[in-house]
């Protein structure tokens, strides 16, 4: 008998974000399961098509400058998510959901103790603990402790959390003291992304910087409150060498504003902001440089792994991690020798990159890809998370 699965999201389409690749990627393997009945609950999106094993929820459109305005959306999409869940879902059901919108989780909770189904929950960051590093409440604050219990209590009542790095493993057994939660990284097929020499890059053709002679750092992906920009460009103001390498910045966020204020004071012409690029277009942002810079800001041990360390490695390119040391990405450096890594401390930060300007030539280390491909294969990984389910 097919086990019956209803996979809840906001995304569910590569195009969208990474969030959208990697569930469309699992739910694809779903559906050619024979003992898997999957029916999608996600955001309408008019980009795309309707899927006949699929009901949607109108929302709107997020706006992520405004945190006000962001909440109105997130509760708007939550009580859609929960009226179809209410009409669809039966006791003998699994329901698996990431872990936003976040007002998901509550309602994932009290359906569940009147229907009863089985919940599985994939964790791609930490709630209410992500707030502390992203500045909008401090630890101390009452209303935090109220909902870290709350959200405690809740992450507590899955069948299987599913999370995608030891340290995160780590801190949501601490949430749940429970031995229900297995690591799964996040699923990359290495031939959907491109692998490019510098000179043939788009972007850099584009800024003139293709044929450079100088070190390209380049950072791509989300640019919010909690990747640590700040400290990036203040440690480049500290090195010996900065003028032997460039920095480009690509990618869309809470902090743009701030980080063009930030470029546009420094006055340098080796750092800029290029803007946004699709995820159509993924491969060149990838490949936008020689070496990646992959962060995350204080305070963020265990809340997130950067999808984009599994990319990056796709594109073939090394990694120069700027986060805490006992992250999962330095432990992957490390185990498979395939960049650079230091604290979030500015001087660290610059001496190392001086270092790896002084010495790149003569770093031997592996091809990321060759990694990628070898330990963190997509069917191994996607094949674990379907194991979860039929469990």
């Given at each position: 008998m097919q086990k019956k699965v209803f996979l809840i999201?906001?995304?569910?389409?590569?195009?969208?974000?990474?969030?959208g690749y990697l569930l469309e990627k699992l739910c694809s393997a779903l559906e050619?399961?024979?003992?898997?009945?999957?029916?999608?609950?996600v955001k309408e999106d008019l980009s795309f098509s309707k899927q006949q094993n699929a009901f949607y929820v109108k929302a709107g459109e997020k706006n992520k400058s405004s945190l006000l305005k962001r909440l109105i959306y997130e509760l708007r999409l939550s009580f859609g998510f929960l009226r179809q869940s209410w009409k669809y879902i039966q006791k003998d059901h699994i329901v698996f959901t990431g872990t936003t919108p976040i007002f998901l989780l509550p309602i994932v909770v009290i359906l569940k103790k009147i229907i009863g189904f089985q919940w599985i929950l994939l964790v791609h960051d930490v709630f209410p603990e992500n707030l502390v590093p992203a500045q909008i409440v401090k630890p101390n604050n009452i209303w935090?402790?109220?909902l870290k219990q709350i959200f405690d209590y809740i992450y507590g009542q899955a069948e299987k959390v599913i999370v995608i790095g030891k340290d995160m493993q780590d801190l949501v057994y601490s949430k749940t003291k429970k031995n229900n939660i297995d690591i799964v990284q996040n699923w990359i097929d290495a031939s959907d992304i491109a692998i490019q020499e510098k000179s043939n890059n788009s972007i850099l053709q584009e800024i003139g910087w293709a044929n450079s002679q100088e070190i390209i750092f380049y950072y791509f992906g989300n640019i919010g409150r909690m990747q640590g920009i700040d400290i990036i460009l203040n440690a480049i103001t500290k090195m010996k060498y900065s003028s032997q390498a460039k920095f480009i910045f690509i990618g869309t966020g809470a902090y743009i504003k701030n980080l063009q204020d930030k470029i546009k004071y420094m006055n340098n012409?080796?750092?800029?902001?290029?803007?946004?690029?699709?995820?159509?277009?993924?491969?060149?942002?990838?490949?936008?440089?020689?070496?990646?810079?992959v962060t995350l800001t204080d305070g963020m041990l265990g809340l997130g792994v950067p999808s984009k360390s599994y990319f990056t490695m796709a594109a073939n390119?090394?990694?120069?991690?700027?986060?805490?040391?006992?992250?999962e990405i330095i432990d992957m450096i490390k185990q498979h020798n395939i960049g650079w890594y230091a604290d979030n401390n500015e001087e660290n930060i610059a001496q190392k990159l001086d270092l790896i300007i002084e010495k790149f030539n003569e770093y031997q280390l592996n091809s990321p890809r060759e990694i990628l491909e070898k330990f963190y294969s997509e069917k191994e990984l996607?094949?674990?998370v379907i194991n979860i389910i039929k469990k």
């Open positions: 999201s906001e995304y569910y389409r590569a195009e969208q974000n990474t969030t050619n399961d024979s003992e898997i009945d999957l029916t999608l609950l935090y402790k109220i012409p080796n750092i800029i902001y290029y803007g946004y690029v699709s995820q159509a277009n993924r491969s060149d942002g990838l490949n936008a440089g020689d070496i990646a810079l390119k090394p990694i120069f991690a700027i986060m805490d040391n006992n992250s996607i094949g674990k």
